[in-house]
């Protein structure tokens, strides 16, 4: 495999179609992820943005199209296999485990970063090669002091942090976070904002939000979603300008 | 390490079974000895399936398969050894047994294959499908027991002299006593250390959530396949101890009455708690010989009992036990 050129894509999506039947919820979806960059996908409800996510983080099969993460097609892969490649996914809805500590959801995502879950001798608990980076990841997430919490008793934004703790420790070669603002307060949703930008130097992020403000002021890049195709991608600039982007979707807002 | 709540109603639970057999012993009373055994059996099967059930989230109404192959391969081999006979020539000649150490492995190994076959299969499904094929194969091999006539097909196969151990007499009720109960002992020691270890971490993470787990790398299939392996030869283990402590092994033992008992064990005692299966079966068998001298319809009375846990206490006996501690 050729070694990737610094200014390559991480990933790189061609072509992407999938029908519900006589539904085109991705419709020739072709779009990039550079290093270093916030690309926000945006569109109105139903727009497929979540189908997309499934179908690059691996959970549904496209019907047609490719895509390849640092250089390497990786149609054929599970879901799991491509976690383990370093493709992170935080979920719509928090997902996290609700009985465990956060530092065992933390080590976790370690374990299985690492390939090596079948160790049945060793408690977890003493095992610093879990312990470690998961307390290391904690406190990059804001969470330092909460590790013992269950998560279940762990505040929604919490929750939230816990999530971008679990994506760290995957040692992400790229993020996708699916609406990560979505039930945040005002506070929150600026605190959020600062870790996210600092998450791009770990690794580029395609961001899947609603929340304008947080996308206009993160994003280098926006592509807009409108019925399972790519209408435009762009600047926030040039999106915020671009007429065909005003009439369908920032109609209301802009 | 500390000793927590947990461990020490766990200590409680073993240390009260084993009073209750030394005590009836030194009374001279040999038939509370064997309750006691049957006890630490059912509480052996019982964590068995805990740790598909509670751990792992896998509710299979099956596991009397893995009972019932145990059984029959102790009864299979000691019969033939009582009668002289090789259990099979071909390929190779395999001979009967009746040394208990040889027994256990190729009781464990057979419910074990036979748990990687069901686990592979009935795993594809989930919620109430895994439910009915687990049952399904376990019914399959129930009635190939009853139509198979060289190993006594309905009547069941009886073989007349216990196995041995080197160094004990099995026969003496409180020496086999010590033999089930040391097996249960590392069984729960197997079961918390591997549910504590990265393994166990992964399992019971596939239970609560399993799209996250497959988002971090995991994929819960593997993972439960091991776990429903692990917990068919714990049980295979405990029904080669049933199958010697009656001298007899039927079809009874393969049956979905069976599933359902060692099932109850782990709801009463509490699901997914280390000792809740050993306080359950102990329950049970109490329960059983309490209540049974009083009524034929005893049953009854222990369908009201697993309703109100169920209901009104879903950490069974030992989440009873644990919440009392922590307010006193």
């Known amino acids: 495999m050729p070694e990737p050129k610094r200014h390559d894509p991480i990933l790189e999506i061609r072509g992407l179609r999938k029908s519900f039947g006589a539904l085109a919820a991705t419709d020739d979806v072709s779009l990039d992820l ?12 139903g727009a497929g943005k979540s189908t997309l996510i499934k179908q690059i983080v691996g959970e549904i099969r496209p019907d047609a199209g490719s895509i390849r993460f640092e250089g390497q097609v990786i149609d054929g892969l599970d879901a799991a296999a491509r976690a383990r490649l370093g493709l992170a996914r935080s979920f719509q809805v928090s997902s996290v485990i609700a009985d465990f500590t956060a530092l065992q959801n933390v080590m976790l995502a370690v374990a299985g970063a690492s390939g090596a879950v079948f160790r049945f001798h060793r408690p977890a608990l003493a095992d610093r090669k879990l312990t470690e980076p998961a307390l290391f990841h904690i406190e990059q997430a804001g969470l330092a ?17 816990l ?3 679990m994506a760290l420790a995957l040692r992400p070669r790229a993020f996708l976070l699916d609406e990560p603002m979505a039930g945040m307060g005002l506070e929150g949703g600026r605190q959020l904002t600062a870790i996210l930008s600092d998450l791009r130097a770990e690794a580029p992020i395609l ?3 609603h929340d304008m403000d947080a996308v206009f002021a993160l994003a280098d890049r926006v592509s807009v979603l409108v019925y399972g195709r790519v209408i435009a991608t762009g600047s926030v600039a040039e999106i915020r300008a671009n007429p065909e982007v005003r009439r369908s979707y920032l109609g209301e807002e802009a | 390490m500390t000793l927590n709540r947990d461990t020490v109603v766990n200590l409680a639970i073993l240390a009260l079974l084993v009073a209750t057999a030394i005590g009836a012993h030194v009374l001279g009373n040999g038939f509370t000895v064997t309750l006691a055994t049957k006890a630490a059996i059912f509480g052996l099967a019982g964590v068995g399936l805990n740790l598909a059930l509670g751990y792992g989230g896998l509710i299979s109404f099956g596991h009397a398969a893995f009972f019932g192959i145990g ?11 009582a009668a002289g006979t090789p259990v099979a020539t071909l390929p190779f000649t395999v001979m009967g047994s009746n040394e208990m150490l040889g027994i256990w492995p190729m009781a464990m190994l057979a419910a074990g294959l036979a748990a990687l076959v069901i686990g592979a299969l009935s795993l594809r499904t989930w919620g109430v499908y895994f439910i009915m094929v687990t049952l399904a194969f376990a019914q399959m091999l129930y009635y190939f027991a009853i139509s198979w006539p060289r190993y006594g097909g309905e009547d069941g196969l009886s073989f007349y002299v216990r196995n041995s151990f080197p160094g004990l007499n099995t026969f003496a009720p409180i020496q086999y006593f010590a033999i089930c109960t040391t097996l249960l002992a590392v069984a729960l020691v197997f079961t918390a250390v591997v549910t504590q270890s990265r393994f166990g971490l992964a399992l019971q993470a596939a239970r609560q959530n399993s799209q996250r787990t497959v988002a971090l790398g995991i994929r819960p299939y593997a993972i439960r396949l091991t776990a429903f392996v692990l917990s068919g030869m714990i049980v295979g283990l405990a029904g080669s101890l049933y199958a010697d402590l009656n001298r007899f092994v039927s079809p009874a033992m393969l049956s979905w009455h069976m599933s359902g008992e060692i099932m109850v064990f782990v709801i009463l005692g509490g699901v997914g708690r280390l000792c809740g299966p050993v306080a359950g079966a102990a329950l049970f068998i109490l329960l059983e010989h309490v209540l049974g001298g009083v009524s034929d319809y005893w049953q009854a009375l222990l369908g009201l009992l697993l309703l109100a846990i ?10 009873i036990l644990t919440q009392r501690r922590r307010h006193a």
């Open chain 2, 310 to 319: 169920v209901l009104f206490a879903p950490g069974g006996l030992i989440g």
């Open chain 1, 34 to 45: 550079r290093p270093g960059e916030i690309h926000a996908l945006i569109g109105p409800n």
């Open chain 2, 71 to 81: 059984g029959y391969v102790t009864g299979i081999l000691a019969s033939h050894a």
């Open chain 1, 163 to 165: 999530e971008i703790a």
């Open chain 1, 145 to 161: 002091g909460r590790h013992l919490v269950p998560a279940a008793a762990l505040s929604h934004g919490e929750r939230r942090k």
């Open chain 1, 207 to 209: 961001l899947v939000e």
